[in-house]
């Protein structure tokens, strides 16, 4: 079955960094990749839909300069918090797949902003 | 765009007994109706699916039921075990947008 790695799976850092998190499909093209943000205890929001080669979407009130993402091959897109903040703390996942293929949840990746 | 509502948001029923979660959503655009698996800590995990054109799916203990016309589809378990304990997401997707439910926090009590 295919197979979507994320890393880190646990990050800490200082309030004003930035962190990078990288969503990966192993062994298949994900033309499309999902990141959602999950709270403890609450669902999954969707934040943005990126397409290989093109600007991701953004859905409303995710702030797109805080939220850099960039798709820039079929196997990898990237989630880069820019300086963040303890409130940015949370659980970020990705999916990744395509049309008539499915998709597949990375393991996620705790943020935890001091 | 699409609002995927889903109840209850938590359910705790005896071993053995049957579990059921429904969700509602408001695009009829919507085709393809996921279900997920939540264990804490871990990704969710797709565990059964339907597509539009069918009105029930079945896969062991687990089935679910599309209701188009009312815009509705729920998931059954049956004969519940202690390993089903977890939380349940469903989702309504068109082309390649997918739309979350709130979940479901499900105790199986031996």
Known sequence: ?114 | GENVEQHPSTLSVQEGDSAVIKCTYSDSASNYFPWYKQELGKRPQLIIDIRSNVGEKKDQRIAVTLNKTAKHFSLHITETQPEDSAVYFCAASWGNQFYFGTGTSLTVIP
């Open chain 1, 1 to 114: 079955g295919a197979v979507v790695s994320q890393h880190p799976s646990r990050v800490i850092c200082k309030s004003g960094t930035s962190v990078k998190i990288e969503c990966r499909s192993l062994d298949f093209q994900a033309t499309t990749m999902f990141w959602y943000r999950q709270f403890p205890k609450q669902s999954l929001m969707l934040m943005a839909t990126s397409n290989e080669g093109s600007k991701a979407t953004y859905e409303q009130g995710v702030e797109k300069d805080k939220f850099l993402i960039n798709h820039a091959s079929l196997t990898l897109s990237t989630l880069t918090v820019t300086s963040a903040h303890p409130e940015d703390s949370s659980f970020y996942i990705c999916s990744a797949g395509a049309r008539d293929y499915g998709y597949t949840f990375g393991s996620g990746t705790r943020l935890t902003v001091v």
